[in-house]
């Protein structure tokens, strides 16, 4: 499996993935499709930009010719498939482009990668039986919880926004072509990530940006919402891991066990600011500011992520209080220069 397809490696996640992957597998090679929407940026890949087994193709998931081309000129042997419109609030104002690339996209990659690599159902060309097609996906397909239970594999999905319910479908077409045709598909749900490359449209960096340039820090509602946050890299590894050695149509819950709601979310960054950058009056914690709460909005999310610790060995690395910290860095220096 020495070529392998990425996509919306220029985004968040996706950078930080091929980052991590570039890197740890100098052997492999790293084809990176990406359309270049507002969420993605080259600069975010600067680090690898220049390293001989990594190749950027600007392209888009929902183009089929262009996606069964790859797979021929490259010889794709295994997909990481992360490229997905992915802001809620976007969803709501705008679902047509959710489905067009979260769920025809989708059905455009796995389509391509069944019909390069097998005959026919359950039965791979030769040299091909090892072929993997990650999807990643989000704890979002499950809905919403109360104060108590955590996501697991086997919760019922639920989705409750256009972006959930574009990502539930994805993740049932994924699923459908492993039991349908044989193939050897995996599926991650990760809760809410957050760490360097991250857009600014996104909550934690959102309140770092809006703190440091003196504005209001909007927060939905009185702030009571709770997310289970994830550092990011520690979700790429968890996403190489289950790559590598995760079963054919298995999924995966990959989730930081760090609950926090958004309150304890604001005033920490703030605190951190308080001290990292000082205001010459006051703190920035008299910048947040509540406003009117999102249409649709789930109240809880919490993963259980027994499973992919128990099976595959992975763990989280960083607590909130640690990653923090490198987040809140890593923007200073972004926004502050």
């Known amino acids: 499996m020495s070529k392998i397809l990425i996509t919306g490696g220029e985004g968040f996640i996706g950078s930080n993935l091929l980052i991590h992957l570039v890197n740890s597998y100098p052997e492999k090679t790293f084809i990176n499709l990406d359309v270049l929407t507002y969420a993605g940026d080259l600069a975010n890949l600067k680090a690898i ?9 600007q392209g888009d998931i929902r183009d089929r010719k262009l996606v069964d081309q790859l797979f021929t000129e490259h010889n794709i042997q295994g997909v990481m498939h992360l490229a997905a419109e992915s802001h809620v609030d976007n969803s709501i104002t705008n679902p047509s482009v959710f489905i067009e690339t979260n769920v025809n996209g989708t059905f455009n990659l796995v389509d391509a990668a ?54 539930a479908s994805s993740d049932h077409i994924v699923r459908s072509y492993h039991h349908t045709y044989g193939m050897n598909t995996v599926i991650t749900n990760c809760s809410n990530n957050y760490g360097p490359n991250q857009h600014d449209e996104k909550l934690i960096p959102t309140v770092i940006r809006k703190a440091l340039s003196g504005e209001n820090i909007p927060i939905y509602g009185d702030g009571s919402n709770i997310r289970d946050w994830l550092y990011v890299l520690d979700h790429c590894k968890g996403i190489d891991l289950a790559f590598r050695n995760g079963k054919a149509g298995e999924c995966y819950n990959i989730g930081g066990r760090n609950e926090r709601d ?32 999102r249409a649709g909005h789930d109240f809880r999310y919490a993963i259980d992520a027994n499973k992919i610790e128990g099976e595959l060995g992975w763990k989280a690395e960083e607590n909130f209080e640690t990653g923090i910290l490198k987040t809140i860095e890593w923007y200073a220096e972004k926004y502050l220069g």
């Open 49 to 57: 930009q220049d390293c001989p087994n990594y190749v950027f193709v």
């Open 114 to 167: 069944y019909k390069h690599w097998m005959i026919k159902p359950f039965v791979f060309k030769p040299g091909y039986e090892n072929c993997k097609f990650l999807h990643v996906s989000t704890d979002e397909v499950y809905g919403t919880l109360g104060a108590t239970g955590l996501f697991t594999e086997e919760t019922s999905y639920a989705p409750n926004s256009p972006y959930s319910a574009s990502k």
């Open 262 to 293: 958004n309150n304890y979310i604001a005033h920490t960054i703030c605190e951190l600011l308080d001290k990292h950058s000082p205001k010459q009056e006051g703190s920035y914690k008299d910048q947040i500011h509540y406003v009117e709460d």
